[in-house]
């Protein structure tokens, strides 16, 4: 269903059995899972879909090697359950990754790793091998009847520098694992939403739940500038780091509950360096800076994805990566490679998201725990009860949304139809035994190149077939530098809830996060959005305006770095140049 019959069916049948508000990968999961059971789910975002911590995430899908520390067995266990089920069903976002520890001592950490274990405060330390030893072993033993990955080795320092010689040379040894990494997580999002419509539910980006003065509740659609009533018999706030912000709307002033979230900020930068690429010899570091906190790096879409930082945060709608973080990620990088020099200009990305953490008041972020859980909070003037999704993280997306879905099952008296532990998802169902078989008989059947098609297949798995038809079926023409043709930029405007510009370059498309944006693919994309919507001049220009301002202000990008990219430049680009 389209915006405009959605809105319309609600005003016509203004009941549903669930109304959800958070359109992250958690509100997502729970709606489909709920819609799977063929309940009268409505789903209402307030920005667009995996906008907020969900597309800010370190890309890794993993059970959380350093959650042991505190004793979190339970998560790890679920996060690990969780990596091997997304390594199955969306095998075609979702990849193995091998991942290498370097070792700087052989005893530090244990002592403070036992304190911690046992709930004391204090502050990290870096691990030694020995910790280090009985984490990863651990870890096997949690795997051990799947075992779909090998298990951990060491290496000494002389083997681990033959492979990797640029780490720092006081390493005394190595330690590799396997989990996993994403490569399109918001993509992933709209695949499991998908699912969810597909079963008959309903869901708006750009649109908030109200609560009025009377007690009832209406959807404002940003949109189209519009409201409607609505009557849920349950509502879940599944808003992440904005679930005390949302309870001030959802709860009279005599009702409001205390804050449930005490979220913390993490930031990313992607560097494009192929000295830093080649150093990592197709692993991912995983690696203590000299204060004991954890930090990633890893090949990402070409380039090299690192962080990430934990700094508390009052405010998620204002979070991006600050100067003094940026600073923190390179000194991080510098103690790790210690001579690899990174300029610049070669960030070309940057992006931050909360981590949706419960309240706490613990002097260090690190000891917040990571685990989920839901609470009801009950209106005292009546009214539906409103489910809270505290926590999670984005491997454990799944069995989260299991847990909420189950729990509103109960309270509305209904029973689970089926589950979706082995369900595949989008793209990854029907996934082949032999991709290159597939994408030549796809080709062939479409009449596309076979290098085409491998490029549609890499952004959406089996879905890639469908795409291919569309494309197929009228006239295409390459967009900019970018590898993204005009049939395939509508397919993803028509089918996929593109609202704005941002939609589709950020979230859509992996264009923005790769660094391969450039200003004149932008405007491509922005005049096809134009045409598609039927905006007016002035509302293009807005929208660019809107755009660039965004990118710049919250990934540090800005209309210089979008014309570097140009080949060649444009005349536009030089005119900003000259003027400059």
Known sequence: MKREEILDGLHRSPKVDVCIIGGGINGISVFRELALQGLNVLLVEKHDYCSGASSALSRMVHGGLRYLENGE?????ESLVERDRLLRNAPHYVAPLPTTVPVFDLFSGLGNGIVRFLGLSRRPSRRGAVAIKVGL??????TRKRALMPRHQ??????TLAKWPALNPEIKSSATYF??????????GIELLQDGLLAGAMALNYAELRRTENGQYRVEDQIGGTSVAVEPALIINATGGWIDAANQTLFSEEDRPSPLIGGTKGSHLIIDNAALRDALADHMIYYENEDGRICILFPYLGKVLVGSTDIRVDDPETVRCEADERDYILQSLAFVLPDISIRPEQIVFQFSGVRPLPASTDSFTGRIPRDHFCTVLEPSEGGPPVLCMIGGKWTTFRSFGELAADLALVRLGRKRRLATTDRPIGGGRAFPANIPVWQAQTAAGKGLSGGRVAELFARYGTDAE?????????????LPHAGYSTRELQLLI??????HLDDLLLRRTTLAVSGELSLDMTDAALDLL????RWTLARRAGERERFLTLLNERHGVDEDMLCARNEPRSTECETTAKSG
Request: charge should be negative; aromatic fraction near 12%.
């Open 530 to 533: 134009t045409q598609e919507k």
């Open 73 to 77: 067995f339970k998560l790890v266990q």
């Open 466 to 478: 469908a795409m291919a038809a569309f494309i197929a079926a009228g006239h295409d023409a390459a």
């Open 494 to 499: 028509r089918e996929e809830a593109v609202e």
């Open 154 to 159: 060491f290496r000494g320092r002389r083997t």
């Open 137 to 142: 072993s651990i870890y096997d033993f949690l």
């Open 179 to 188: 989990d996993a990494w994403v490569s399109h997580p918001e993509r992933l």
